[in-house]
């Protein structure tokens, strides 16, 4: 369960600095050498079937068991290594030295705020902020129906500030626990905090990677996602209010498990709201990169942490000597570095397999192709609706930090509506978001991707709605 909460979170918190962009557009250091077009060149080619072979076993991650940092990570050598040969081939130096260092700062600044993200995530779910919140929905005796709507508006209200992932985990938990062998409830249950978690990571840069990545660009500001709002909700509740109806109308026994905070859990909960209003400051009143923000927080964490340590003393009516060394109970005091450990590490070196990819991608000149397709051949508005549905099939991530990497000139109104779709539209299917990936593995057997499927005309009618939506309340910026 704590893995399942990182990668979740880790997923949210990600997202944050990828969104910074690539150097398709990168100089030399003496600003006057050339840089190659190699889309019709062998190395073009190399490069984009070792990025499609690479990307193919990411998505074959639950099948093959391999982590999906493995191949991305090397597929991320294999094309700067082709464009570093075929440069130095042409007597070219420095072009493409200033290219990949630029993308591995953009990717210095993604590491270093989900790690400080991911570790707060771990500090909280130690000090069992997320375990009471699931024992306290378990206890109170909701019927099922009642617990569809509320799991899905805590979903959708959660996601904001904890991530997509994380937040779909947790509620996850919940229905897992009072649905036990109701099948039924259990994936309708899961299809809703899917929905619900996507929809709600759409109106803020801590929901998503790809709001993230908007966001650390200069996009769109802090306070313009709220626009979202409208557009997201009704995302949600369209899909909700017709599967409200296929619910069991049941009510499962309440439990009476008790469970209570560890000492400190609440003053983290302060602390990591604090950093992120600091992150938010330095971004949009000082002009600093945001992870300088969130550094500043987890040296708080990392003071307090110290606090709880040196006033740590073991509880006499649960202390067992033969137990002492047990990371259990109130047994072990708290350690931060320990909570920095168990930061999802695939995850950020995935980040970085996409970032340098997706970067010599574009630096080759592939991007450029595709932004002329897209956003001149089809237009904005097709294009940012066609984001979406990719974003089912392919994952959102590498497919937003392509667009941000092409940088398409269109309004604002536009630009929100790709954060808006390709928020969303992972939800069409289960594979299409690392909320739906996560809650298939933690639900196995009970939510799967047929189970989802039998759903997808729903949730696309309310992709639809949201877009609609997107253009009644915020057409004014389109």
């Known amino acids: 369960m704590r893995m399942k909460y990182l990668l979740s979170l880790s997923t949210f918190l990600t997202t944050i600095l990828i969104?910074?962009?690539?150097?398709?557009?990168?100089?030399?250091?003496?600003?006057?050498?050339?840089?190659?077009?190699?889309?019709?060149?062998w190395v073009g080619y190399i490069g984009i079937a070792v990025f499609v072979i690479a990307y193919g076993f990411v998505m074959l991650e639950e099948v093959t068991h391999m982590r999906k940092s493995k191949p991305v990570m090397l597929a991320a050598g294999i094309i700067w290594g082709l464009i570093g040969l075929i440069y130095s081939m042409n007597g070219i130096t420095g072009v493409a030295e200033v290219a990949i260092r630029h993308n591995i700062l953009e990717y210095a600044e993604l590491f270093l705020f989900?790690?400080?993200?991911?570790?707060?995530?771990?500090?909280?779910?130690?000090?069992?902020?997320?375990?009471?919140?699931?024992?306290?929905?378990?206890?109170?005796?909701?019927?099922?129906?009642?617990?569809?709507?509320?799991?899905?508006l805590l979903a959708f209200f959660i996601s904001p500030i904890a991530d997509n992932l994380t937040t779909a985990l947790l509620m996850c938990a919940v229905v897992m626990a009072i649905g036990k062998?109701?099948?039924?409830?259990?994936?309708?249950?899961?299809?809703?905090?899917?929905?619900?978690?996507?929809?709600?990571?759409a109106f803020s840069p801590f929901g998503d990677i790809t709001t993230l990545m908007v966001w650390q660009k200069g996009i769109v500001q802090f306070q313009e996602f709220l626009v979202l709002f409208i557009p997201a909700v009704v995302n949600w509740l369209v899909p909700a209010a017709i599967m409200h109806f296929a619910v069991p109308h049941l009510k499962p026994e309440a439990t009476t498990e008790e469970i209570r905070l560890k000492r400190g859990a609440l003053i983290i909960i302060g602390l990591f709201l604090w950093t992120i209003a600091t992150a938010v400051s330095f971004h949009n009143f000082l002009h600093l990169p945001p992870m300088v923000g969130m550094m500043a927080g987890l040296s708080l964490l990392k003071m307090f942490g110290f606090y709880l340590k040196k006033t740590h003393k073991p509880n006499d009516a649960t202390y067992d000597p033969a137990k002492a060394e047990?990371?259990?109970?109130?047994?072990?005091?708290?350690?931060?570095?320990?909570?920095v450990a168990r930061a999802e590490w695939d995850t950020l070196l995935f980040f970085y397999g996409i970032v340098l990819c997706v970067g010599g991608l574009g630096?080759?000149?592939?991007?450029?192709?595709?932004?002329?397709?897209?956003?001149?051949?089809?237009?904005?508005?097709?294009?940012?609706?066609?984001?979406?549905?990719l974003s089912a099939i392919v994952d959102n991530i590498p497919v937003m930090f392509?667009?941000?990497?092409?940088?398409?000139?269109?309004?604002?109104?536009?630009?929100?509506?790709?954060?808006?779709?390709?928020?969303?539209?992972?939800s069409m299917l289960s594979i299409g978001s690392a909320a739906g990936v996560a809650l298939m593995g933690q639900a196995r057997g009970k939510y799967t991707f047929l189970g989802h499927l039998k759903w997808t005309p729903v949730i696309t009618l309310g992709y639809v709605a949201s877009i609609v939506a997107h253009f009644l309340v915020n057409g004014k910026l389109m």
């Not at 909280?124 to 019927?143: D, I, P």
């Not at 109130?330 to 909570?339: G, H, L, N, S």
Request: charged fraction near 10%.
């Open 402 to 426: 392509a667009v941000l990497t092409m940088m398409p000139d269109m309004s604002h109104g536009q630009w929100l509506l790709v954060t808006l779709t390709a928020g969303v539209g992972g």
């Open 114 to 152: 989900l790690l400080v993200a991911m570790t707060f995530i771990n500090a909280m779910e130690e000090r069992l902020v997320f375990e009471v919140l699931r024992v306290k929905l378990v206890n109170a005796g909701f019927g099922f129906r009642k617990l569809f709507w509320i799991t899905g």
């Open 181 to 201: 062998e109701n099948n039924k409830f259990i994936l309708l249950a899961c299809i809703n905090i899917v929905v619900a978690a996507n929809a709600g990571g």
């Open 19 to 41: 969104t910074c962009g690539i150097a398709i557009s990168a100089t030399s250091s003496g600003g006057s050498q050339e840089i190659l077009s190699l889309t019709s060149h």
């Open 363 to 389: 630096f080759m000149g592939y991007l450029a192709l595709l932004s002329q397709f897209m956003y001149l051949d089809l237009g904005p508005t097709a294009a940012n609706v066609l984001v979406g549905v």
């Open 326 to 339: 047990e990371r259990i109970g109130q047994i072990v005091p708290f350690d931060v570095y320990a909570k």
